[in-house]
Nanobody, 127 residues
Framework: QVQLVESGGGLVQAGGSLRLSCAASGGTFGSSTTTAWFRQAPGKEREFVAALWRNTGRTYYADSVKGRFTISRDNAKSTSYLQMNNLKPEDTAVYYC???????????????????WGQGTQVTVSS
């Protein structure tokens, strides 16, 4: 059973940066793995943030974070990262990492299609 543990959240001023990490254990984490980040703000539904597609390593982003956030991974460390720059108050949310080894491309932005999830890490951006 895969376990995901996020870290790196915190409080930052608008314009600042944070890097989230998601360490995986107990399962496959390699070229066949799709890794993603989602977030959920208070009173809102969970939304897709970014994904790194298996095999090709191609990255996908929500329009709201494109150009500011970068998803990456280190297969040797079984860890996914989300570098967040130029943070805005509207980025405030609990951020979750997700992982799947069988995902199809059309399901990339659909949280329910991912098999494994972390517990979430809070990101708060003050204005």
């Amino acid at each position: 059973q895969v376990q995901l543990v996020e870290s790196g959240g915190g409080l930052v001023q608008a314009g600042g940066s944070l890097r989230l990490s998601c360490a995986a254990s107990g399962g496959t984490f390699g070229s066949s793995t799709t890794t993603a980040w989602f977030r959920q703000a208070p009173g809102k539904e969970r939304e897709f943030v970014a994904a790194l597609w298996r095999n090709t390593g191609r990255t996908y982003y929500a329009d709201s974070v494109k150009g500011r956030f970068t998803i990456s991974r280190d297969n040797a460390k079984s860890t996914s990262y989300l570098q967040m720059n130029n943070l805005k108050p509207e980025d405030t949310a609990v951020y979750y990492c997700a992982l799947d080894n069988r995902l199809i491309l059309s399901s990339l932005r659909i949280g329910e299609q991912y098999d494994y999830w972390g517990q979430g890490t809070q990101v708060t951006v003050s204005s």
